[in-house]
């Protein structure tokens, strides 16, 4: 049997059972494990947080993107964001206050997952530390019970980013139906941001219009420091991209 079509061409074409099989070593044998990477105020590049990113050491799922597509196949995501949350929940319960708020990518439809608000998980503790952030790139349209949900999280301490906006789908025009705290710009609005006065337009609106709701802005997968001068002077907020760090594994503070 062939891999799905529209499949990475590096996915192995493994059966159901096999790939069950190495999804649970990944898991057992702690494979899966979580990156921060910094995000910075834009003016002083003092650090505001860290966005939590999903990597893998395993030997066959050798990468993110095949645990996703594994967890995906095998009707596990809930399982997968649930390790995931914990994991970054047993990181940062252990970090200082100096290292800000943590940046944690929920996928929409884990939105609704009891784990993210019973009292007995890692990341409900720390939910005052935390930012949930929901793609941009599915719609958020449409799914009954998002602003009451999104209400309860708020209350627990949460905050809520969008995430990827301008990226892939998203329809500029349409900013978001979620009440949001932060908005993270796609990178693909960042990329070559100084040479693209288009670009520039969109992000300025953008800025102006969350602005107006106090929602703060984060440019995401900045490589340059023109791209950075540029977000900065647009009014975008806070920096996140390879120019200040690459995600990393998770720091150890002093005690
Ligand atoms: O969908 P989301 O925005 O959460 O994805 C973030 C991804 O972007 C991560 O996989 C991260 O490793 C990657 N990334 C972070 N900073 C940069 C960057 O400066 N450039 C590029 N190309 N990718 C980045
Ligand atoms: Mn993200």
């Known amino acids: 049997m062939g891999a799905p079509a529209g499949s990475p061409p590096d996915t192995p074409e493994m059966g159901l059972a096999e790939l069950e099989v190495a999804f649970d070593r990944a898991i057992k044998q702690n494979h899966i494990w979580m990156a921060f990477q910094p995000i910075v105020h834009a003016k002083q590049h003092a650090l505001f947080g860290y966005e939590a990113l999903m990597r893998s050491r ?45 940046f944690v990518n929920l996928h929409v439809r884990d939105l609704f997952d009891p784990t993210l608000t019973s009292p007995f998980t890692g990341l409900t503790r720390i939910a005052r530390r935390v930012v949930l952030e929901i793609t941009e790139r599915s719609s958020l349209e449409g799914i009954d019970g998002l602003a009451d949900r999104v209400a309860e999280l708020r209350e627990i301490g949460y905050a809520i980013a969008v995430d990827d906006l301008g990226g892939g789908h998203a329809r500029m025009g349409h900013l978001t139906p979620l009440d949001t705290d932060f908005v993270k710009l796609d990178m693909s609005l960042v990329r070559d941001l100084d040479s693209h006065p288009v670009k520039q337009r969109l992000v300025s609106s953008v800025v102006s219009l969350c602005r107006e709701s106090g929602v703060r802005v984060i440019g995401e997968g900045v ?31 002093p005690v």
């Open 223 to 253: 490589e340059t420091k023109a791209e950075a001068e540029v977000l900065t002077d647009l009014g975008c907020d806070y920096l996140q991209g390879y120019l200040i760090a690459r995600p990393g594994p998770p720091f150890v503070d």
């Open 58 to 102: 395993d030997p066959q799922l050798t990468h993110v993107g095949l645990i996703l597509d594994a967890a995906d196949r095998l009707e596990r995501t809930t399982q997968l964001g649930r390790l995931a949350r914990a994991q970054v929940a047993t990181e940062f319960a252990k970090a200082s206050a100096e290292r800000g708020l943590v």
